[in-house]
């Protein structure tokens, strides 16, 4: 595979990753699937990231707060696959 194909197809598993976030974190729906409204809130948490509101604090928490609470929920996600996988593993015999 040529090399400006294999990037291409990189480049699309990520933007479709990063899609699949934004369905998975409600927001399609809480905004009524409005991408203007998306955008303008990925801009003002670009601005908050680089300090452009005071009001939030240091830009370096912010990113570390919502880094955890990402965390949280990717691992709430796995544990709740791996308990519906291996539901005899939950009960006594």
Do not use: C
């Not at 604090?57 to 791996?82: K, S």
């Amino acid at each position: 595979m040529r090399d400006w194909a294999k990037a291409r197809r990189e480049r699309t598993r990520h933007l479709i990753e990063l899609g699949g976030l934004v369905q998975k974190a409600g927001l399609v729906e809480l905004v009524d699937d409005d991408r203007a409204t998306l955008f303008g809130a990925f801009m003002e948490l670009a601005d908050r990231l680089h300090g452009s509101d005071e009001a939030t604090g240091d830009p370096r928490h912010l990113a570390i707060r919502w880094r955890r609470r990402g965390l949280r929920a990717f691992d709430a996600d796995r544990d709740a696959v791996d308990g519906r996988e291996q539901p005899e593993a939950s009960m006594p015999p």
